[in-house]
């Protein structure tokens, strides 16, 4: 089983960008699922996730402007990033019920 990220890229401060990770290759006990990043020089932290039971929590730093969301058919997760900040550049890693994906960069810069 693979999770795989994709969305990120380079927008201005104020701009919107949405992730998707995908799960690929069999299927998961789900137990959860979340958004975490990692800016440079700094520990990794969480950015948003679903429990097993579909509560949803948010970092502080992302409450609302951040969205997490799931797609149970299509099997991907999204992140829905708006008002974007230069203090949101990190690199995105997806989580699912113990996996990891590989991570994605976000660089908000004018």
């Known amino acids: 089983v693979q999770l795989q990220a994709s969305g990120g890229g380079f927008v201005q401060p104020g701009g919107s960008l949405r992730l998707s990770c995908a799960v690929s290759g069999g299927s998961l006990n789900f137990n959860g699922a979340g958004w975490y990043r990692q800016a440079p020089g700094k520990q990794r932290e969480m950015v948003a996730h679903?429990?097993?039971?579909?509560?949803?929590s948010y970092g502080n730093a992302v409450k609302g402007r951040f969205a997490i969301s799931r797609d149970t058919d299509k099997r991907i997760l999204y992140l829905q990033m708006n008002s974007l900040k230069s203090e949101d550049t990190a690199v995105y890693y997806c989580?699912?019920?113990?996996?990891w994906g590989q991570g994605t960069q976000v660089t908000v810069s004018s």
């Open positions: 679903i429990n097993s039971v579909g509560g949803i």
């Open positions: 989580w699912e019920s113990g996996l």
